[in-house]
């Protein structure tokens, strides 16, 4: 276990992952959480990082920081989506390497997957056919990433372990419609939707795909508990998944997420639009062995996430 007085970086503590992080790591009664905004530091800036781990020596890092969205945000940027994950895996990897870091934990995702893989997708199928087109510069990034981690465990003994988590959500997210994910994607559209229709507007929404895509969500308190779990009990090379196993399709999800939102709502299928991956399930095996699981329910952490959007948006005085 890791003594609750270690420095721990949070790389990335403002996002859905790193905000979920310092919530665990401080309910768990770590004393030293370290953290650094990117006005303090870029991350994709190999001196400004070198020079903040050599200030402040964290003992173990949780590398959770990147440039994430959906399929929009991976199909209009695709050079911001490679560039910046390849640059700040690469500088946060390589000085935590040079300041003698103990352990490193790098959030992967389950992207990094072939789009044919065999589901659900065991950890070996990494490499073993060509990647969904729409994220694959993400993904190239993701891999990359992985790789890092065994390079330097191999060539230098470096104690960093990767972890691929599947699809996340919880408050912390972006409801930004340009660059979101699905979950708050949705969330946000009937949300919009209900207050839409108090003026008069249709209480339509039009959502991506034929809706028969097939997905698995894992609520981000979840993942911040696995990775603690893992920073605590894993020290393989090869990466882990964290998932919950189970998977539901975009129209289920897309219908509980409208019971939860804006009941009333009617539900529109633009199929121009691509599904993605046709199913993309991670196999959690190795992690359940190790002794983890899940324990936050899909319509449990949707109702909770809606309630912390509602909030947020009070807060700023928006509707
Ligand atoms: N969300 C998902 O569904 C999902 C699924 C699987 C894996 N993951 C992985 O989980 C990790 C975190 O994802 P997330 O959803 O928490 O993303 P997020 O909410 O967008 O947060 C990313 C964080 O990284 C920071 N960051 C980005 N570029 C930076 C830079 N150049 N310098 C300093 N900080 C920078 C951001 O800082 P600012 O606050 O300043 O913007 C933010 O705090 C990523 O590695 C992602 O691949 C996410």
Same mark, same amino acid.
């Given at each position: 276990?890791?003594?609750?007085?270690?420095?721990?970086?949070?790389?990335?503590?403002?996002?859905?992952?790193?905000?979920?992080?310092?919530?665990?790591?401080?309910?768990?009664?770590?004393?030293?959480?370290?953290?650094?905004?990117?006005? *303090?530091?870029?991350?994709?800036?190999?001196?400004?990082?070198?020079?903040?781990?050599?200030?402040?020596?964290?003992?173990?890092?949780?590398?959770?920081?990147?440039?994430?969205?959906?399929?929009?945000?991976? &199909?209009?940027?695709?050079?911001?989506?490679?560039?910046? &994950?390849?640059?700040?895996?690469?500088?946060?990897?390589?000085?935590?390497?040079?300041?003698?870091?103990?352990?490193?934990?790098?959030?992967?995702?389950?992207?990094?997957?072939?789009?044919?893989?065999? *589901?659900?997708?065991?950890?070996?199928?990494?490499?073993?056919?060509?990647?969904?087109?729409?994220?694959?510069?993400?993904?190239?990034?993701?891999?990359?990433?992985?790789?890092?981690?065994?390079?330097?465990?191999?060539?230098?003994?470096?104690?960093?372990?990767?972890?691929?988590?599947?699809?996340?959500?919880?408050?912390?997210?972006?409801?930004?419609?340009?660059?979101?994910?699905?979950?708050?994607?949705?969330?946000?559209?009937?949300? /919009?939707?209900?207050?839409?229709?108090?003026?008069?507007?249709?209480?339509?929404?039009?959502?991506?795909?034929?809706?028969?895509?097939?997905?698995?969500?894992?609520?981000?308190? /979840?993942?911040?508990?696995?990775?603690?779990?893992?920073?605590?009990?894993?020290?393989?090379?090869?990466?882990? &998944?964290?998932?919950?196993?189970? /998977?539901?399709?975009?129209?289920?999800?897309?219908?509980?997420?409208?019971?939860?939102?804006?009941? /009333?709502?009617?539900?529109?299928?633009?199929?121009?639009?691509?599904?993605?991956?046709?199913?993309?399930?991670?196999?959690?095996?190795?992690?359940?062995?190790?002794?983890?699981?899940?324990?936050?329910?899909?319509?449990?952490?949707?109702?909770?996430?809606?309630?912390?959007?509602?909030? *947020?948006?009070?807060?700023?005085?928006?509707?």
């Amino acid at each position: 276990m890791i003594d609750r007085d270690a420095r721990v970086y949070v790389a990335g503590h403002r996002g859905l992952v790193g905000s979920a992080l310092v919530r665990r790591l401080t309910a768990d009664g770590f004393t030293n959480v370290l953290t650094a905004t990117r006005d *303090q530091v870029d991350l994709r800036d190999q001196s400004e990082v070198s020079d903040w781990f050599t200030a402040n020596r964290p003992d173990y890092v949780f590398l959770v920081a990147g440039t994430v969205g959906g399929i929009h945000a991976n &199909n209009t940027r695709p050079a911001e989506f490679i560039y910046d &994950n390849l640059m700040i895996h690469g500088t946060v990897v390589h000085s935590a390497y040079e300041t003698g870091v103990r352990k490193l934990l790098y959030l992967g995702s389950s992207c990094i997957y072939p789009r044919q893989a065999t *589901q659900p997708i065991t950890e070996d199928q990494l490499l073993t056919g060509p990647l969904e087109a729409t994220n694959q510069w993400y993904a190239i990034a993701k891999i990359a990433g992985v790789k890092l981690c065994e390079a330097y465990r191999q060539q230098y003994g470096c104690d960093f372990i990767s972890a691929m988590p599947t699809n996340l959500y919880g408050p912390g997210d972006n409801f930004d419609l340009e660059s979101s994910h699905v979950v708050p994607a949705l969330m946000r559209k009937f949300h /919009d939707a209900k207050l839409g229709a108090a003026t008069g507007e249709p209480n339509e929404v039009s959502v991506w795909g034929t809706g028969s895509a097939m997905r698995e969500f894992l609520h981000v308190d /979840d993942l911040a508990s696995a990775c603690v779990f893992l920073m605590d009990r894993y020290s393989e090379s090869g990466h882990i &998944n964290v998932g919950t196993g189970v /998977d539901l399709s975009i129209r289920e999800l897309a219908e509980t997420i409208r019971e939860v939102v804006n009941p /009333d709502a009617e539900l529109l299928w633009d199929t121009s639009k691509p599904d993605g991956t046709p199913r993309k399930l991670l196999d959690v095996t190795r992690l359940s062995e190790l002794g983890w699981k899940p324990e936050v329910a899909l319509r449990e952490g949707l109702e909770s996430t809606y309630a912390w959007f509602l909030a *947020q948006r009070h807060l700023r005085g928006v509707g």
